[in-house]
C-alpha cells in the first residue's frame, strides 16, 4: 500500500508539472496575440465548437453570465469574434469567431504543435504508441468520472 502511495504522489507531482507547463504555454500564446488566457480558452473554444450562445459560453466555462460578457467584450473589441443577435429572439446572442480570430488560433496550434513535435521527437514509435494508449486511457476514466 504504502508503494502505490508513493507512486501515486509521484505521478501527481508529473501531472502537476505536466499542466504548469503547459498552462505557461498557453499564456505565452495568448500574450502573442494581445489577450489574456481565458480570453485565449474562450476563443479556442468557439473556434472548436463554433457560434455559440452566451448561456452555452457559460455553461462550457463553468463561469458566471458576467464573466463569459466580459470576456466576450474584450475578444470583440479585440476584433476575433462578432456578436450576432438571433433574428426570432433577439435576446438570444450567438457569438462568431471572425477571420482574423480563425487565423491567431490557427497559428497558435500550429505553435503548440511545432513545440510538441520538439518535445516528442526523442521518443521512437514503439514509445509514443504506448504514451498515447496510457493518455488515451487516463482521459477516458477521467471523463466518465
Do not use: W
Not at 446572442?93 to 497559428?107: Q, S, T
Amino acid at each position: 500500500m504504502i508503494e502505490n502511495i508513493e507512486l501515486t504522489s509521484h505521478l501527481d507531482q508529473l501531472f502537476q508539472k505536466v499542466c504548469v507547463s503547459l498552462q505557461k504555454q498557453r499564456n505565452q500564446l495568448a500574450e502573442k496575440i494581445g489577450i489574456s488566457r481565458q480570453q485565449f480558452d474562450v476563443l479556442c473554444l468557439i473556434y472548436e465548437k463554433g457560434q455559440m450562445t452566451m448561456g452555452e459560453l457559460c455553461k462550457e466555462i463553468m463561469s458566471a453570465c458576467s464573466t463569459a460578457t466580459d470576456l466576450a467584450d474584450k475578444l470583440e473589441k479585440a476584433g476575433y469574434v462578432e456578436r450576432i443577435r438571433e433574428r426570432r429572439d433577439r435576446r438570444v446572442v450567438r457569438l462568431n469567431i471572425l477571420p482574423e480570430g480563425r487565423k491567431a488560433i490557427k497559428d497558435a496550434i500550429e505553435q503548440r504543435q511545432d513545440h510538441l513535435k520538439r518535445i516528442i521527437s526523442t521518443y521512437d514509435q514503439a514509445e509514443l504508441t504506448k504514451i498515447i494508449s496510457v493518455l488515451e486511457t487516463m482521459a477516458h476514466k477521467f471523463e466518465r468520472e
